[in-house]
């Protein structure tokens, strides 16, 4: 027992937690985050439009990674018109819809084709572009019609009416489905042979054909129908009827021939041929480098305020499960199962899209992203600190305890400052695992590093590029903090 006590007075001149610093920084952030909510909310003339990420020549970010195309001119063009303006978020279409009847958004416009089903959750504006579904195959490809399907893979893209029309034909010719959120890896599965075919607007598979995806189309449009924008059902009837006003106004005075003609006419197709035909890879890196380093420090921000909240809520977390106090202890085990168990992906489309269906508050897409990542990697950060704690020798607790120690001061004095070191290659870890998991984000607008990628593929449609570079810098930056893993273990250790 004397070693111990010995120990224990050690430890106290020597390591002492800072734990209020720790909870005073975490409701700092919450409430940066709260005001920060609050500002982007404070401008109720703003509408928020959602729109894809991979649809050229409608939306795609073009050489100075500006977000273009017709379906963004003429969403711009109106409100100009009009005299509202908008903040157009490049979120996917899939994620747009939800996010539109969750309330995030206020309209979305990304290509979306009227359809009798869409119609009982959302309103429509004047068609402002006709359409059709048509079917590509590989260059090469001996498939020359739906029978010769049979038995094979075909590419879709979620959500759009061109997967419902291949999903309404699929057992008639006996097919089967393989599903993509963006256009660019639908092409792409068709080219590398993975699915022989894939369904896709006309004017998009036009457009993508022209300008250097090898596929062909070998059916006429297979249905016809219109684009419109949209809003939720019974909501926004006024930027509805503002975006009709500005749209007649655009016929009107010519604007809108013009703003088509900017993306498909011949001098349009030639440029996007021109700069296709030019794309090596340090070419590439020159055109998109402010891009992808600024989609870097998005990605980093959101790491190191992810992991300072879930470091606070997850050392919390991981305390409750070792005080002495049944109740805790099981409230600890609850929660770190729960968000340990639920995949990334759906507890962020959960706090983005459902949330705001139940509290009737719209949450920032990066205020969502931080409480996505706070949730889940603190309950793993909660697991291991949980572990620390208890792989601290009992008597050590028995030592402050005897020494007149409360719980709480024995606790904060002594045990935690030597359970740290046991946690430290753990939070090193952790932090590794949070800024790859920030990739997932991706999937509710947040432009990191992954979704700019998205971006800029849309344009050049050079996947393999561009996803070359946005491994190696994930490589570069993840390199470089388990160098700095094993230097801080060095240090904890001599």
Known sequence: MLDYVTSVEAVMKKGRIGWISIVATFFILVGLALVNTDKIHADDNTYQIGTDVTYPPFEFANDKNKYVGIDIDIMKAAAKEEGFKVNVKPVGFNAAVQALDAGQLDGVIAGTTITPERKQKMDFSTPYFKTGVVMATGKNSKVKDFKDLKGKKVAIKTGTAAATYAEKIQKKYGFKTVTFDDSDNMYSDVVTGNSVACFEDQPVMQYAIRTGIKLKIITQPLTSGSYGFSVKKSHNQKLLKQFNAGLKKLHEDGQYGKIVSRYLGE???????????????????????DA???????????????????????????????????????????????????????????????????????????????????????????????????AVDDGQMEAARSLGLPYGKAMRRVILPQGLKIMIPSFINQFIITLKDTSILSIIGILELTQTGKIIIARNLEGFKIWTMVALIYLVIITLLTWLSKWVERRMNA
């Open 292 to 390: 992808l380093l600024g989609g870097l420090q998005q990605t980093l921000v959101l790491t190191i305020l992810s992991i300072i909240f879930a470091t606070a809520f997850g050392v919390l977390l991981g305390l409750m499960g070792v005080v002495p106090s049944k109740f805790a202890n099981g409230l600890s085990t609850v929660i770190i199962y729960i968000f340990r168990g639920l995949p990334l992906l759906v507890l962020a489309l959960f706090i983005y899209t459902g949330v705001p269906n139940l509290i009737g508050q719209k949450i920032p897409a990066f205020v969502a992203g931080i409480i996505t990542l706070t949730l889940n990697e603190g309950a793993y950060t909660a697991a291991f600190v949980k572990g620390g704690i208890e």
């Open 267 to 289: 001098k349009a197709v030639a440029a996007q041929e021109k700069e296709h035909s030019q794309n090596s890879f340090w070419d590439l890196w020159k055109q998109n480098k």
